[in-house]
């Protein structure tokens, strides 16, 4: 790389508190390359993320056969799909095409690959375990899109705590809602379909997080005491309320996130990866729905409460 690329590169990553070490080994460099080539050939974000489904969904059904060299290829179509997934984003970044349409694509994408992987694994077990294995699915997935959701709101809050809300996605389900209401299927039928499942998901979001959300309520509050009280003079208390919030209170949450940040990472795509190649590997893929009900499962649950413990006592601190 040239130093100009390597300035490009390091400009495409997110911030270094939620990236994860396989990625800044691997995914990201790949991914940049990609982006390099995406942005020579004109290619949109969004596009990339179509592509990474199509291989995502690709390796959903290579998973069906009890083949292990097709498994293996499974794997590499799982693997060429998050190298998409990385790439959207860091071309996103690279050429400031940023969209609401986009982030929601691409949070969907990684739903794609994996109900594709859940049905073709219960499609292989039917003869053996008949109905039972698509009860498992569904129980499955379900907690899978609970964990993956909970992650990706974390994260987000974590990069609100570092950069304020230009350097993060967490959106708040009113907000959601009413745009929602006000966008006509007849204008725009793509963003309306996708924007009533991102409304769900922000909602089913805010829904597990009580303590965060009367925390925002609180910040909230605050910051409408403060601009008013800057109107009337600089040394108003509402203005120091909102410049505390600012300089100390941000940088504390930060610091109480920041051990929480590995965690949510363990529930995002890479540890995922390798515990599905692990149960293909061994022929056994109910491996990875049983690493899911247990290893998953305990861990989003430890992070929830550590985070909703931590936001309570943010609130008392503001209270």
């Given amino acids: 790389m040239t130093e100009a690329d390597k300035i490009q590169y390091r400009a495409s990553l997110k911030h270094p508190d939620v990236e994860e070490p396989i990625d800044l080994w691997f995914y990201r460099p790949v991914g940049f390359r990609v982006a390099l080539l995406g942005r020579r050939f004109g290619w949109t974000p969004n596009q990339i993320t179509i592509a990474s489904i199509f291989l995502g969904v690709g390796c959903g059904i290579l998973c069906y056969p009890q083949d292990l060299w097709l498994n293996l290829l499974a794997i590499v179509l799982l693997i060429l799909a998050d190298i998409g997934d990385s790439a959207d984003g860091q071309l996103a970044r690279l050429t400031h095409q940023y969209s609401q349409l986009g982030r929601i694509l691409d949070g969907a994408a990684g739903d794609f690959w994996f109900a594709a992987i859940y049905i073709a694994i219960a499609l292989r077990l039917t003869p053996e375990w008949g109905i039972w294995c698509w009860v498992m699915a569904i129980v499955t997935g379900i907690c899978h899109a609970q964990q993956a959701a909970m992650a990706d709101y974390y994260r987000q809050f974590h990069l609100f705590c570092v950069n304020g809300k230009q350097g993060s996605e967490l959106d708040d389900a009113g907000d959601v809602a009413r745009q929602y209401a006000e966008t006509k299927f007849s204008a725009d039928p793509v963003l309306k379909v996708f924007l009533w499942f991102y409304r769900n998901y922000t909602k089913g979001q805010e829904r597990l997080t009580p303590q965060f959300q009367k925390l925002r309520r609180?910040?909230?509050?605050?910051?409408?005491?403060?601009?008013?009280?800057?109107?009337?003079?600089?040394?108003?208390?509402?203005?120091?309320?909102?410049?505390?919030?600012?300089?100390?209170?941000?940088?504390?949450?930060?610091?109480?996130?920041?051990?929480?940040?590995?965690?949510?990472?363990?529930?995002?795509?890479?540890?995922?990866?390798?515990?599905?190649?692990?149960?293909?590997?061994?022929?056994?893929?109910?491996?990875?729905?049983?690493?899911?009900?247990?290893?998953?499962?305990?861990?989003?649950?430890?992070?929830?409460?550590?985070?909703?413990?931590?936001c309570r006592k943010a609130l008392l601190r503001l209270n």
């Fill in 218 to 310: 609180r910040l909230r509050e605050e910051a409408l005491k403060g601009s008013k009280g800057s109107k009337g003079s600089k040394g108003s208390k509402g203005s120091k309320g909102e410049e505390r919030g600012e300089e100390g209170f941000w940088q504390s949450l930060r610091q109480q996130s920041l051990p929480l940040m590995p965690i949510a990472n363990a529930l995002t795509f890479n540890c995922r990866a390798i515990t599905l190649f692990i149960a293909l590997m061994f022929g056994m893929p109910w491996l990875y729905w049983a690493a899911e009900l247990t290893i998953f499962n305990v861990l989003c649950i430890y992070m929830v409460c550590r985070h909703e413990a931590m």
